[in-house]
Nanobody, 121 residues
Framework: QVQLVESGGGLVQAGGSLRLSCAAS????????MGWYRQAPGKQRELVAR???????NYADSVKGRFTISRDNAKRTVYLQMNSLKPEDTASYYC???????????????WGQGTQVTVSS
């Protein structure tokens, strides 16, 4: 089993910053990809950013230049630094892991419970 615990969401004014964290725990040998998705009310869940174990990243066009994803492989933690926040960034943000190799050599994926980010205008 893999558990993801997110933190760092909250309420911020437009132009402000927040930093999200997501720590993975459980019977894990390695995690290939860690990422963040978001879902606003009435909209589909969308990719925000993701990072591979080797450090390769990709971002949604809407957040390029404003958000930065990073990870600490030793801590099995992924971060999302969000700067210059806009009201349209308001959503529930979900941590995701893919290609998780467990100690029983299964390969699985996992989602966090979500953390709310609200940007006021």
């Amino acid at each position: 089993q893999v558990q993801l615990v997110e933190s760092g969401g909250g309420l911020v004014q437009a132009g402000g910053s927040l930093r999200l964290s997501c720590a993975a725990s459980g019977s894990i040998l390695s995690i290939n990809t860690m990422g963040w998705y978001r879902q606003a009310p009435g909209k589909q869940r969308e990719l925000v950013a993701r990072i591979t174990i080797s450090g390769g990243t990709n971002y949604a066009d809407s957040v390029k230049g404003r958000f930065t994803i990073s990870r600490d492989n030793a801590k099995r933690t992924v971060y999302l630094q969000m700067n210059s926040l806009k009201p349209e960034d308001t959503a529930s943000y979900y941590c995701n892991t893919e290609g998780v190799v467990t100690r029983s050599y299964d390969v699985t994926s996992a989602w966090g419970q979500g953390t709310q980010v609200t940007v006021s205008s």
